[in-house]
């Protein structure tokens, strides 16, 4: 089975006098890459990667929903501005629905997540991208059915999801050192998601731990160890919810972390690798941990709208020692 790979800094066009595998062991986009399609693709691969100011243009026609400014990074012809979206008659990028391992690979200076939200049928992508960049958390006509919540600078991360047929947005909503989400300044894509062949997979690989999140508390159905270990983590709560891992440093303790602005040092954990990213009610997904020995706070640190505590506060928060 063939590799698709595209090296930094180069653009790939595809067109109809283009050859397509019908199935790549590896489609990795390597740091500012691009690719213009003037064809409806479907890229097909066991193991997708794509690291940071990487585009896949396959928009086509023009898209009039760009702000002004530099071009946006979704679409080919999608309008001038920092957050163009893609044209609305586009060509699509897909994959067939089913289990899908993602692996986030980060090339940037900061850390990044990457969540995927399936819209419902009524819901316009256009309106939706939109949406997500100026109000974030606040959008509706989607569903949150996880991804990866973290990969630092120079690491990775992984989780397995099972996507259902449908249209679905792919975002980082972290926040920048501007006071800016990166969602905001180009991170967030849209991907189809075909029903293929009709015998598609949806169950999750087997786990031995599970880690059970809900309103408002976190329950592991066994301890979590030291190395590398697959987790399932579901939402049984009527709220959506994420995961978050931290490793405390020395002493540190929950009430101290709780107490932490995110800035000051020395920081009470170093930053966390791994995690499941938000999870709407009855989703699950399975994450890859690679975990050290010591103290970790788990948690959720998303609130259920302005002005409402952060769940953490409310007790979905709790100390584990991995040994």
Aim: with cysteine; charged share 20%; hydrophobic share 40%.
């Amino acid at each position: 089975m063939v590799d698709l790979i595209v090296p930094v800094g180069t653009i790939l066009k595809i067109d109809q006098a283009s050859q397509v595998a019908t199935q790549y062991g590896l489609f990795r986009m390597e740091a500012n890459t691009k690719i213009v399609a003037s064809i409806d693709l479907t890229i097909k691969a066991s193991q997708a990667e794509f690291a940071e100011g990487c585009v896949i243009d396959a928009s086509g026609a023009a898209g009039a929903n760009g702000s002004d400014g530099a071009a946006g990074p979704m679409g080919a012809n999608g309008g001038s501005g920092t957050n163009g979206l893609p044209g609305q008659n586009g060509h699509n990028v897909t994959i067939e629905a089913g289990l899908a391992t993602v692996r986030l690979v980060n090339h940037g200076k900061s850390g990044h997540q990457v969540a995927f939200a399936r819209l419902d049928d009524s819901s316009s992508l256009v309106r939706v991208m939109r949406s997500l960049v100026d109000h974030r958390g606040l959008t509706s006509g989607i569903h949150w059915v996880g991804g990866v919540e973290s990969a630092l600078p120079g690491d990775s991360s992984e989780t397995t999801l099972a996507l259902l047929p449908g249209k679905y947005v792919i975002v980082c909503e972290y926040e920048g050192d501007n006071g800016h989400s990166h969602v905001s300044m180009g991170m967030i894509r849209p991907l189809m998601v075909t029903s293929g062949a009709g015998n598609a997979d949806f169950d999750l690989p087997a786990t031995t731990t599970t880690i059970r999140l809900s309103d408002y508390k976190v329950e592991l159905s066994a301890p979590l160890r030291a190395g590398k270990q697959l987790v399932r983590v579901q939402n049984d709560g009527v709220h959506f919810h994420h995961l978050f891992l931290a490793r405390l440093v020395g002493n540190a303790t929950l009430a101290e972390l709780d107490k932490w602005d995110g800035k000051s040092k020395p920081a009470p954990t170093e930053d966390g690798n791994g995690g499941a990213a938000v999870l709407d009610p009855g989703q699950a997904s399975v994450i890859a941990l690679d975990l050290k020995p010591g103290r970790y706070a788990i948690g959720c640190i998303l609130s259920d709208g302005p002005g409402a505590k952060p769940h953490y506060m409310l007790g979905m928060e709790k100390e584990v020692t991995i040994r």
